[in-house]
């Protein structure tokens, strides 16, 4: 299946010579959309934040036996420090510092990647990043960005609490600081046809972004999308395996090939997980979308450059 697009595996092999693996990391923070700044109750299917099995973090020294999901055979240097949980730039600039620089300093880590919103990423941030950048030049640096979405009927509805323009600032203001961006896209929200999915998708092509996270939408329990979904089942379109499988085969083929897939799926809460139920076998969902690419003989970016050939011809 790696062949037919870009993995974050081959990735790193390809800059760093070796495999790198993500240690998700609490850092004990909170939310904008959750604290009361925004709103209380987060994204319509925003469980917590992510991080159920994250280390909690305070900017401690870690070894590889530390790790949670510790991997054989993975010494010092071959781990990424995840910021994770919540929001992982919505604290003070100070306590930034003190933890993005622990982990930059632990040898355990080959760099940091940081989870969080648009519109927490004001000018302090920025200048602390850079300036990180600046001290630590052999690092990975990455900051994760939830977007989820380009359609402001779709943000309204899943409560994103922020306007495109903001997500549009911030990639212009990571990309005058040199630091990579991977962005969360949701694929089955509520309304969205696969038209409207791969307008997200071409849209990112244009910003420029170094890598995408494609996350199947979970309906959980205890979340407010869970509840609306729970009292009226009928007025929802769950996709089905075969959709999401089609959907995130013709992303790929319409994705820019110089950008990183970080994922193609996503694991909800078995616990608590009210649809698709299809999606606890993560197994059977890689290989149908492998099947599909196969198939349908689509590699990365072979979308996107038919309609480009197009376009030029036709200009």
Partial sequence: MSERYLTFASWCKNRYGRKLYR??????????????????????????????????????????????????????????????????????????????????????????????????????????????KERFPEKLFMIELGLQTIHEESAQLIRRGYPLSVFDECVRRLHEIDIDIVVH??????????????????????????????????????????????????????LSIEEYAEIVAECIGRLDESIVVHRISGDGNGEYLLAPLWSKDKRRVLNLISHTLKVKNITQGCRRKYEQERNSEAA
């Fill in 185 to 238: 896209v949701i694929i089955g929200l509520p309304h969205e046809t696969p038209e409207m999915i791969y307008e997200t998708i071409d849209y990112l092509n244009d910003s420029k972004i170094q890598g995408i996270k494609l996350q199947l939408l979970h309906y959980l329990k205890g979340t407010d999308l869970g509840d609306l979904y729970q009292n009226d089942p009928e007025s929802f379109h769950v």
């Fill in 23 to 132: 240690t998700a990391l609490n850092a004990g923070m909170t939310c904008p959309n959750r604290d009361g700044t925004i709103g209380d109750r987060g994204c319509i299917f925003c469980a917590g934040g992510s991080g159920d099995f994250a280390i909690r973090y305070e900017g401690q020294k870690l070894s590889p036996e530390d790790m949670i999901f510790n991997h054989q055979d993975v010494s010092y240097g071959d781990y990424i420090a995840y910021f994770q949980a919540y929001t992982n730039t919505y604290a003070p600039v100070e306590r930034l510092r003190r933890l993005f620089e622990s982990a930059l300093e632990d040898p355990v880590f080959a760099g940091i990647s940081i989870a969080t919103r648009p519109d927490c990423m004001g000018e302090d941030v920025i200048a602390l990043l850079k300036e990180l």
